[in-house]
């Protein structure tokens, strides 16, 4: 179904979108998902990308993958075609990447206020923030275990961050809520607290199905059924493992025309080989599984392949981010997931250092200029991770929300209209004039650079009597100034009600489990 | 000539530059410089292109270019078929680009250690470091005027950074060296303190011609002439003005076989139209008039055909960096000077941020990666630029110089032979696995990521314990743990002490002047 043809049927199917957007009142100006008018970088040739295609079919084939705990995926498999022994599940030559051609190039992942509705495929980039750091990092307040309020806190800032299209999901992890409890309060903080799309809890498939209630309470039964409201995480045990755990989300999200990432979790050289060839060819034997097992629960269901990728320091073991294997790895990824014809999810703003300094952001720049210029469809960790993802940062979310504005203007592309040409304004400076005054620069200051709202540009005189302020100092005064003017979007209070009933039932029917 | 002829010919030249060679001791590893096996990032088509080109003739030939004060140079315009009037030089369609063929398309920037030398075109990188800024910083001593001592610190730095290419010109003002002679002691650093090549100075013809003599000094009159041994920085003074003192002094390294970047130097907005478009027109406007000027000198002389531009913040009217629209133009500026066919200069580690914080980061970060994706072939500014190149910072010099590590491995390509390939490990590892271990793993992991000297990767706690120190921090300790282990490159002491004396002969000849 296309855009126009599903606007128009959302309209036609009885006024529930529309009258969810007479409900939403838009506090905040919210940039549309990028749609890049730029060509996709790529780093290999056909014939490595033919090579590392007939070699990732061969593992499969050979080596096979293991679907643990789970008689009924084998079962599927074997239904399939594929060879099974005990868990080990082998595939034979062209079977996954055919099984893979059922689900779309591109959806659309909706949200309560259609506004805020993203495309997800082709040529679109939707940017999601942080997800799953246990940990919470500020100024003020230093690093500590992170709380359902940090979360809220997050969510607020996410709704309000003018380049960052989605709310996303475990923005970090609230520690003080129950381990089995604790995304019913994450998925209602971003029902209520942001009008943009999210994502929908994987710890278990029980917690998958109350995500899909919750959508059914916010969207109306009938619509969750026939739109996809999330897009949730489901990441693959690499090499070549699927739990049951993270494979039982994933069926409950298909089986309800669900979005999920499919995405194997590599340090390389830990998790894959160390080599940036090798490391694509698992990434792309488990994305040819993982998606085609989705397509054996339900084809058509909707998927994004993702790679997350990153490199290890041989001295310490740590992982390391923003480096340039990773980036070839980007490359290569997206060039891989664009022949499949599926979405692609890779980058971030990913980083191993510990506070907002310098290495932070040469790591995160990297990382967001491979995720624009790659071809990534859906980034999330795109702003606020930090410490290798043990840490959201305050400071970080919104200096990188922020930043996510250049990839916005850099997607653009170049203008050659006759304005942009400005074959006048030439004509009328001349030789050794100046073009601020000129009635071309008049016309156009306003929208022609990207300008952030964060970073200092001021004279250093001023700079320096204001207090001399670096990056982390000006983001600390940013997040409390957004924090101190965050409205609510409204929100059908029957509606509200009854999301916190759900909420309020499903804790008090069951203990609290930390594990 | 191409690079094995020049070997060649050096070493039958009277063994001259085998006696240099055995005259210098090495004591630190340096790279060599960068050469894509990636491909080049393009933004715009085939018919912008033929459009933007077909715009800058007609500026030249209708609005055309100033040359002040500079009778020869209108003289050798007019006898070459342009226009006069005054000191407009009105060129028609197609001679510029005419006059621009006889520029190579690549050459060797002779070191006097030839293991230093650099080939300047093609698919190559070349980078140096800051040059211009008036002040320094560092976080001992804050923002302050810039010495002599501060340069030497700076050339030293610049010797020991194994991914930094080239020794630069101009790394700080020396401020405490009266202006008509502080080329002298700058040009008498780079010879002594490093073997890395080098740039001469371009502040008055006459410092050009003795920039020239001390080369004879240091690599035999005979090879300068026949070889190139130093680039040179000659702006344009934009839009469209190209003043006497630098065209004296290009007009001095062309004559002499010298190399010169011809640059615009542009703050979009200001000096240059608001748009893309219109900037580019203008840039390639100035360069085919700069370059073609360069060849009427002398046919044959080699240039490199630079863009410095930048966007302007409307608010403030101060210039920004790492900005979206500057990527752009850089990618756009390496399409068209690809299309003359000339080496390209463009990039840095560009910022306007105050200190050597995230922002710098962030702008420095985006404009390294447009600069290798772009095609850039020379990136002065490549490590230690502040303040919108007012100052030189100590610690953002090593810092960007271990970035320029990241632009080395990305250039590399993606490596898809057999050991890449690393089909037996994944047989070997298996699902579930881990690839620690295995042999491959062994075999490569020395080789396999890009590593940084500055940057932290160590586990939390350790880190923590080690007094959780920022990038800064951790910059200076590398600053002074470089400079407290710096080692003089030798050189001969006939050669050092003829360099010395023509320093001091000069510099007695003429009363100080500070303008």
């Known amino acids: 179904m296309t855009e126009a043809a599903a606007r128009t049927r959302r309209t036609r199917g009885g006024g529930g979108a529309a009258r969810r957007a007479e409900r939403t009142s838009v506090s905040f100006d919210t940039a549309k998902y990028i749609e890049r008018n730029i060509p996709n970088y ?24 293991n679907f643990v705990n789970n008689p009924t995926a084998l079962e599927r498999w074997r239904e399939a075609g594929a060879t099974i022994e005990g868990e080990r599940v082998r595939i034979p030559k062209g079977l996954a990447r055919e099984l893979c051609k059922t689900a779309p190039a591109s959806f659309t992942q909706h949200a309560r206020n259609p506004e805020r509705n993203v495309v997800i495929g082709g040529n679109t980039l939707v940017c999601a923030p942080v997800y799953g750091p246990p940990f919470v990092r500020d100024a003020a307040g230093g690093r500590r275990y992170a709380t359902m309020d940090d979360f809220q ?12 299209h989605h709310s996303g999901g475990t923005v970090c992890e609230p520690t ?9 309060d994450m998925l209602l903080a971003h029902m ?27 969207f109306g039964k009938e619509f969750v059924q026939e739109n996809t409201v999330m897009t949730s995480l489901i990441n693959i045990n690499s090499p070549m493992t699927f739990d049951d755990i993270m494979m039982g989300a994933l069926e409950v999200y298909a089986q309800n025309n669900q979005a999920c990432i499919i995405s194997p979790f590599i340090v ?74 599926l979405p692609f999810r890779s980058g971030g703003g990913l980083c191993g250092s510990k506070l907002p300094d310098a290495q932070s952001a040469y790591e995160t720049a990297h990382t967001h200029n491979a995720a624009l210029l790659g ?6 960790h795109a702003c606020g991770w930090l410490e290798g993802g043990l840490v959201s940062s305050f400071e970080k979310f919104v200096v990188d929300a922020d930043q996510l504005g250049i990839l916005h203007h850099l997607a653009r592309g170049v203008e050659v209209d006759e304005n942009a040409q400005a074959m006048d304004a030439i004509r009328e400076v001349g030789p050794g004039g100046h073009y601020l005054g000129c009635e071309h620069t008049q016309k156009n200051f306003k929208t022609a650079f990207w300008r952030t709202d964060v970073f200092d540009y001021k004279p250093f005189e001023t700079w320096h009597d204001e207090g001399a302020r670096d990056t982390q100092t000006l983001a600390s005064a940013r997040v409390e100034q957004m924090l101190a003017t965050y409205q609510q979007p409204a929100l059908d209070p029957e509606i509200a009600a009854k999301l916190q009933a759900y909420v309020d039932d499903k804790k008090a029917s069951m203990p609290d489990a930390f594990v």
Chains 1, 2 share one sequence.
């Not at 290999?44 to 007939?54: G, R, T």
């Not at 029980?206 to 209630?213: K, L």
């Not at 294997?325 to 980007?330: K, R, T, V």
Request: aromatic content about 6%.
């Open 268 to 341: 390389g050289g830990a998790m894959a080989p160390v080599s940036v060839a090798g490391t694509l060819t698992q990434v792309l034997a488990e994305l040819l599984a993982g998606v085609a097992y989705s397509q054996l629960i339900k084809p058509g269901a909707p998927v994004i392949a993702g790679a997350f990728v990153t490199s290890i320091d041989m001295n310490s073991g740590a992982p390391t981010f923003g480096t340039p294997e990773a980036s070839h790895i980007l490359y290569g990824a997206g060039q891989l997931a664009r022949r499949l014809g």
């Open 176 to 184: 003080d809520v129950a381990v089995n409890k604790r995304h019913l």
């Open 192 to 218: 209520t607290l942001s009008d943009k799309p999210f994502m929908g809890s994987v710890t278990d498939p029980s917690r998958a199905q109350d995500s899909v209630e919750m959508c059914e309470i916010l």
């Open 153 to 164: 806190k997050f969510v607020k800032l996410g709704y309000m961050s003018k380049w960052l």
């Open 42 to 65: 790529e780093v290999l040739s056909e014939a490595a990308l033919d090579m590392i295609e007939a070699n990732a079919e061969q593992i499969l084939e050979e080596v096979g993958v």
């Open 375 to 380: 071809g990534v469809n859906f980034m999330l």
